[in-house]
């Protein structure tokens, strides 16, 4: 088991740019496949990005494409995402996943252990 702890939410302007972090510790963290999801009030959990154990594949979800980055650095056990050119559809509480694999995927299913989330809120 993985434990996962977010941080870097909080609040911006539409427009402006945020980077989230996520500390982990327990099992061989850079074997394993990082994902970054978030759920929007009122709305199903969505998959937001995901990083392969060995940082070299990389899947992001149409609507962040191009204004989002994740990366990792297996020797700090840590993974990010930078988010640049905020909307405010991108308001959510973003949760980082770690998975059973060292294969990127996109599905909540394959990812066994889940931070607490962190709040990004993205003004008008």
């Known amino acids: 088991q993985v434990q996962l702890v977010e941080s870097g939410g909080g609040l911006v302007q539409a427009g402006g740019s945020l980077r989230l972090s996520c500390a982990a510790s327990g099992r061989t963290f850079s074997w394993a496949a990082m994902g970054w999801f978030r759920q929007a009030p009122g709305k199903e959990r969505e998959f937001v990005a995901s990083?392969?154990?060995?940082?070299?594949?990389?899947y992001y979800t149409d609507s962040v494409k191009g204004r989002f980055a994740i990366s990792r650095d297996n020797a700090k056990n840590s993974v990010h995402l930078q988010m640049n050119s905020l909307k405010p559809d991108d308001t959510a509480v973003y949760y980082c996943a770690a998975s059973n694999a060292p294969y990127a995927a996109t599905r909540e299913d394959r990812y066994g252990s889940w931070g607490q989330g962190t709040q990004v809120t993205v003004s008008s």
């Open positions: 990083i392969s154990g060995s940082g070299g594949v990389t």
